[in-house]
């Protein structure tokens, strides 16, 4: 049984040269998208089915002091997954080593994981009808290789090993880190069950854009969990309520509101 | 470098940067134009190194920084000599070093001076300065006279400290924008925590008074003791993999291979041209001529000197004048290998002017470039343009084998990973069939200009074998009949008896083997070192001028960080590293073992770059029948013993400095139109970013690299947002006096308004990697930037212009 495995993304050491980004569409054979500057150095908006990793830069001047941070945003691989709940055709699964995978046999792009993840990772493909996103590298990993955007990290922001191993490194980082950031923390330890990818952060999760306190939605929760086993036995009103706030979800794309923010800027142009 | 040190190359190597206690990063902007340095900066950093950031823009770079100062380009020599003067004042210096590894005790002539902006000896009708009061007093011996202390007001020391008396913090805050304080809080940092390690690449090289800023760098390592040790030196990174081996080469015209002096036409036979240089340089030039020459150079017909064309030193212009000079008919044919000429050279209608003068322009590359393109450009009518272009399809960097020397000068050779597409040639392969085809064609001729083509010793086989040429620059010794095995067998073997293609090479290719071709990558002292992966140049030495490593017994100074050691037992210098000494059996008390800079005539590291010929050659040269010849001339910097500021040519305020002088007298001014500030208020400074790499011939057609670097664009303050009305996306109009541009404007904090010389200034910056042709056309930053080098080493000042920014 493979062990399970840690990715850590020490931000403090990222420089933004997107060189992970470009090693993940050649191993992975993702076609380039067109993009433009969007803010700062960042050209590339979003996951897609395409871009399963990406930076996003984030400018921040205080007291005439300028930081620039970057954040590699790829999937987590939580250990309790919400898009794994949300899938009806039972497509997403754990391995041993800590990965949240696609059968892309059982997928039939309903796009429910998408909808659930507090970070609106997966994406699914309109003409292929099935729903893509960072695969960890399981391919290389199983094969005693380190995933493709880590074995070209020359800065040494990504470390990949085993997940004890890995969690040590990032507490000593952040103590270290923690001396000239005192607002340093470690991001994905204690949120969704814990996470594959674990990242030390200079700063507030919210200055990064991501989520402080990610969640699987209280509607799935319930829909999952209560409603659900019942069997549909307790069909009423309140069930027709979840269901409602699922399809709102959807339809609003609450965790996409990153996006949104980034159209005003390209309404500009 | 070299007129301070004897080498102009990167004193350490990239893994050595792990051990280095503090970065100066000033010039450079590594993670995005050298990400491999990052690795070894965060090890470095990971053991509780601080790094400093100076830039323009606050870069990728810069948010790895524990301090960051943002200068007004082109500044640097303001707050650097702020710096020196501060460690002087503050006795920060350290006094081993300098008492023993520099010159600081020699004393100078009296008659040298430095006056309302001008050193002693300048010429107003020619603009050249004569070097004879930038001299030592000398002995009967022709031997500089050392001081008894560093007070004495003859000597470098004091030179050095009186001219930079004017550099006061608050001076240099005036100058350069950054607050005084925070000039201070540099100095106080990089002068505690040692070793301290400066590196550069072209934010520092790009400006009229760009050798005078590393001679800042040098001046400042030499005072701290910072050079010959671990974590130590100065590290110029080379832009492109292969910049160091080409240097190596001679890309330079006053060059030849291995850094020896170009022949002038003042040194018309051999024995002149010894007489000139000294037998320091005359032996490797007899080596090289036979590297070339083969069997028809002989002692008789003078190793074939004759045959080498000299150069005119009044008629020698460098590359960002070719295209000058194409336009007065100076030049009919251009090849062009290697480079985007229509991106990088600045001033790009007088590079298209030129282009279009030529009869014939032949481009080697991988990809129909701007360059083999440039006549299809807007504004231009190819009916009026009869340059006939003939493009040459070239074979990509992993198709073809041979060695690429990096920046840590190591020679590494690569074997080739595929087979070229189609019709596609390495360019040895393409150089090969054209030198071939020549030959045929000047066989019989009589005509003098033609024996040096018909005298070559060419064989690199039917099909060029780059081994081949990698063995003739290892060089043969004739009383073996085999390869030469080590730089000592080549300096040990009498005149004309060995050949090398480039004597510093001597050594990488021993009889059977391939040390370039070496990987592995052990590291028993773990200090970086990897003394058996490749080939480092000189003798795998790693850590240059590593002598001042040791104290006055030579004995390692740092227990941390042990380069080399005199064995006093075996009565020899060893270690863990190469020893950089002229003789490893000379102990640490002779005058041989004593010298750390081998390469000058004075043995000694120089703050002040006199003029200097020694009677008494440095390094012992066996001779045959010839007498030695022993003198050795000092690397001079052409536009001053010591580094004075001087404003950019475009500059938006006065040098308060020298207001009479505002910009360096003898700067190469080839641009023929200059900005006013009152219509171009706007410092440009241009650089590359991490996407793309140098004029974009390459990544632009990588969609990949297009994806996260699709277009380019210039970085503007909040301020000046606000006051032009841009936002953040907006397109605005770039314009110089040269030309103008469009590109989307990033409007950010990572460039602040400075306050210089009491006014609001804006600085702004934008790439220059973009071109018309390509998947990724985009505007080039070369239609505004000006033409204007670098009096020493030719480089133009691509990193300060004056331009306005307006709403498109």
């Not at chain 1, 980082?173 to 996470?195: C, F, H, S």
């Not at chain 2, 893994?15 to 340095?37: K, R, T, V, W, Y």
């Not at chain 2, 007065?328 to 062009?336: A, D, E, P, T, V």
């Not at chain 2, 006096?737 to 010389?757: C, E, S, W, Y």
Request: net charge negative; charged share 20%; hydrophobic share 35%.
């Amino acid at each position: 049984m493979a062990t399970p495995k840690m990715v850590f993304v020490d931000t403090s050491l990222c420089t933004g040269c997107r060189a992970c980004s470009v090693a993940c569409k050649a191993w992975n054979e993702l076609p380039p998208e067109k993009t433009q500057l969007i803010t700062s150095f960042q050209t590339q908006k979003d996951y897609t089915y395409d871009t399963w990793t990406y930076i996003s830069f984030h400018e921040k001047y205080e007291n005439g002091k300028m930081d620039w941070f970057m954040f590699k945003h790829q999937c987590y691989h939580c250990e309790d997954p919400s898009c794994m709940k949300a899938c009806p055709s039972e497509a997403i699964y754990k391995t041993d080593s800590g990965y949240t995978l696609i059968d892309h046999e059982k997928c039939i792009g309903c796009g429910y994981c998408a909808t659930n993840c507090p970070w609106g990772v997966p994406m699914v493909n309109p003409q292929l009808q099935k729903s893509f996103k960072c695969t960890g590298c399981i391919d290389r990993v199983e094969n005693g290789m380190e995933p493709a955007c880590v074995a070209t990290c020359q800065p040494g922001a990504l470390s990949f090993g085993e997940k004890a191993d890995m969690q040590k490194l990032a507490k000593e980082r952040l103590a270290e880190v923690k001396k000239t950031y005192p607002k340093a923390q470690l991001y994905g330890d204690n949120i969704m069950g814990g996470t594959t990818y674990l990242y030390l952060l200079l700063d507030e999760p919210k200055v990064y854009g991501v989520p402080a306190k990610p969640a699987t939605p209280i509607s799935l929760t319930l829909w999952k969990d209560l409603v659900h086993p019942l069997g549909g036995i307790a069909v009423g009103a309140a069930a027709l309520a979840i269901t409602g706030g699922v399809l709102a979800n959807f339809a609003r794309g609450n965790y996409r509101k990153k996006a949104e923010d980034n159209d005003d800027i390209n309404a500009g142009q | 470098m070299s007129p301070s040190f004897g080498r102009g190359a990167m004193t350490n190597s990239w893994q050595d940067m792990q051990n280095s206690e503090c970065f100066l990063i000033a010039g450079s902007n590594c993670a995005e134009a050298h990400p491999i340095a990052m690795k070894w900066i965060h090890r470095a950093k990971a053991k509780g190194a601080k790094i400093i950031v100076v830039d323009p823009v606050f870069t990728r770079t810069a948010s790895k920084a524990d301090i960051f100062a943002q200068i007004r380009p082109g500044t640097d020599i303001a707050y650097l000599g702020a710096i020196i003067k501060y460690i002087i004042d503050e006795k920060l210096y350290d006094e081993f070093f300098v008492l023993n590894f520099t010159n600081a005790l020699l004393k100078i002539n009296k008659d040298f001076k430095f006056e309302d902006g001008l050193f002693s000896g300048f010429d107003e009708a020619t603009k050249k300065y004569n070097y004879s009061t930038w001299a030592y007093q000398l002995d009967e011996n022709n031997t500089p006279i050392k001081a008894d202390s560093l007070d004495d007001p003859d000597c470098v020391f004091q030179k050095i400290k009186e001219h930079y008396s004017r550099y006061t913090l608050e001076v240099a805050e005036q100058i350069s924008g950054i607050p005084a304080d925070h000039i201070k809080l540099i100095a106080d940092t990089f002068a505690a925590a040692k070793p301290g390690n400066i590196l550069y690449a072209l934010g520092m090289t790009q400006h009229t008074t760009g050798v005078q800023g590393i001679r800042c760098y040098a001046i400042i390592q030499l005072l701290l003791g910072n050079v010959g040790k671990a974590g130590a030196g100065i590290q110029a990174l080379r832009g492109e993999p292969n910049v160091q081996g080409s240097t190596d080469m001679a890309n330079l015209n006053a060059n030849l291979p291995g850094y020896l002096p170009y022949p002038t036409n003042a040194q018309v036979t051999l024995h002149d041209y010894a007489v000139s240089f000294g037998s320091v340089q005359h032996k490797p030039l007899v080596a090289l001529l036979k590297a070339w020459f083969g069997k028809n150079a002989t002692a008789a017909n003078d190793y074939g000197y004759g045959w080498l064309p000299k150069n005119d030193p009044t008629n020698m212009p460098i590359q960002p004048q070719f295209f000058n000079w194409m336009e007065k008919g100076q030049f009919k044919m251009l090849f062009n290998f290697g480079s985007n000429s229509s991106v990088s050279i600045p001033d790009r209608k007088m590079v298209a002017k030129g282009l279009s003068c030529l009869e014939m322009l032949v481009v080697a590359d991988i990809f129909n470039i701007e360059t083999s393109r440039f006549w299809e450009e807007e504004g231009l009518n190819p009916k009026e343009i009869q340059t006939e272009v003939i493009f040459l399809p070239a074979a990509f960097v992993y198709e073809k084998a041979g060695t690429m020397t990096n920046s840590s000068r190591l020679i590494q050779w690569k074997d080739e990973a595929l087979k070229p597409l189609n019709d596609c040639l390495p360019d040895l392969d393409i150089l090969d069939r054209i030198f071939k085809r020549m030959r045929e064609l000047y066989a019989g001729s009589n005509d003098p200009k033609d024996a040096a083509i018909l005298n070559a010793n060419w064989d690199y086989g039917e099909h060029a074998d780059p081994f081949l040429v990698l063995n003739e620059l290892n060089g043969y010794n004739d009383n073996t009949g085999q390869l030469t095995s080590s730089l000592a067998e080549y300096l040990n073997a009498p005149i004309g008896t060995v050949s090398t293609g480039c004597w510093i090479y001597a050594g990488v290719t021993p009889p059977g083997k391939n040390l370039a071709d070496r990987r592995d990558s052990s590291d028993p002292t773990g200090l970086g070192l990897n003394n058996e992966y490749a080939f480092a140049w000189p003798g795998n030495i790693r850590v240059l001028y590593n002598r001042a490593s040791c104290d006055a017994n030579g004995k390692p100074i740092d227990p941390n960080r042990e380069l080399i050691w005199w064995d006093s037992v075996q009565g020899v210098w060893t270690g863990n590293d190469g020893p950089d000494v002229i003789d490893k059996t000379k102990g640490p008390d002779t005058p041989e073992g004593k010298q750390a800079f081998r390469m000058n005539p004075e043995g000694v590291g120089r703050l002040f770059t006199a003029s200097y010929t020694s009677g008494v050659s440095s390094s012992p040269v066996p001779v045959d029948s010839i007498a030695a010849i022993p003198v050795r001339g000092a690397g001079m910097v052409v536009d001053g013993p010591m580094p004075e500021f001087y404003e950019p040519i475009e500059s938006p305020t006065t040098n308060i400095l020298n207001p009479n002088v505002p910009t360096n007298p003898m700067a190469k001014i080839v641009s023929t139109e200059f900005g006013d500030p009152k219509d171009y208020p706007y410092v440009l400074t241009t650089y590359t970013i991490c996407e793309h790499f140098c004029a974009g011939g390459i990544t632009r057609n990588i969609p990949w690299l297009n994806e996260i670097m699709p277009e380019p664009f210039i970085e503007i303050s909040k301020n000046l947002g606000k006051k032009i009305g841009v936002k953040e996306g907006d397109f605005v109009e770039v314009s110089s006096i040269r030309g103008k541009l469009k590109v989307r404007a990033l409007v950010t904090d990572r460039i602040q308004t400075l306050k210089i010389n009491g006014e609001d200034a804006e600085t702004v910056g934008m790439p220059w990697s973009w071109g018309f042709a390509s998947l990724n056309p985009g505007p080039s930053a070369n239609n505004v930037t000006m033409n204007a080098c670098d009096p020493g080493a030719g480089t133009p000042e691509y990193k300060c212009c004056l331009v306005n920014v307006r709403r498109a």
